[in-house]
């Protein structure tokens, strides 16, 4: 498994505003990925963070509204940009090794946009 | 269509009883199935995963794969008020992304004492 802190937990943000998400892994990790995830909804992919290279973004999401960094093989971040009331979501670090199959999640960030 | 369908419940039980989820889905190059369980305000924890067709057993919890009809299901034996949380479904195809997953909508169950 691994140990995924993200911060912060939740936040209540003005509309216009942007938000930067972290995900820091206790160990090294081959990929990393940030979920949306609505109420009722299933999981929703809003790209894959490349180390050192820029993400590749799912249909429907685009770099400017979600810039993403990932500057090493344990760590992420996921920027909402110009917040609007339709981007109060919760938004989930995933990460996966080579070796596995699996996916593990952080605790994730519970936005609100006010 | 979704490529994983998965009844959002709420599934609400007795404690003791034994409970089954089940999610269906289209992609027959699917051959890892997760699932996985979360908890109100926590992130989604992995519960077991299989490979391909067959049964996998873990205490009290028992995942079944059948790729024929393109149907999985996790059994929940003498289930506890403590199980109680949304259980999601997901699933890779071999050559896709290590990781990415496609899941289903999650199945909200209850467990009353």
């Known amino acids: 498994s691994a140990v995924i802190s993200q911060k912060p937990s939740r936040d209540i943000c003005q509309r216009g505003t942007s938000l930067t998400i972290q995900c820091q892994v206790d160990s090294q990790v081959t990929m990393m990925f940030w979920y949306r995830q609505q109420p009722g909804q299933s999981l929703t992919l809003i790209a894959t963070?490349?180390?050192?290279?820029?993400?590749?973004?799912e249909s429907g999401f685009v770099i400017d509204k979600f810039p993403i960094s990932r500057p090493n093989l344990t760590f992420s971040t996921l920027t909402v940009s110009n917040m609007s009331p339709e981007d109060s979501s919760i938004y989930l670090c995933?990460?996966?090794?080579?070796?596995?199959?699996?996916?593990?999640f952080g605790q994730g960030t519970r936005l609100t946009v006010v | 269509q979704k490529e994983v369908e998965q009844d959002p419940g709420p599934l609400s039980v007795p404690e003791g009883a034994i409970v089954s989820l089940n999610c269906t889905y289209s992609?027959?190059?699917?051959?890892?199935f997760m699932w996985y369980r979360q908890y109100s305000r926590k992130g989604p924890e992995l519960l077991m995963y299989t490979y391909s067709s067959g049964n996998k057993e873990d205490g009290r919890f028992t995942a079944q794969v059948d790729k024929s009809s393109k149907y999985i299901s996790l059994f929940i034996r003498d289930s506890q008020p403590s199980d109680s949380a949304t259980y999601l479904c997901a699933m890779r195809n071999r050559g896709s992304t290590l990781g990415r997953l496609y899941f289903g909508r999650g199945t909200q169950l209850t467990v009353w004492p």
């Open positions: 995933s990460v996966a090794r080579a070796q596995t199959p699996e996916a593990f």
């Open positions: 992609n027959s190059a699917f051959q890892y």
């Open positions: 963070a490349n180390q050192g290279s820029e993400a590749t973004y």
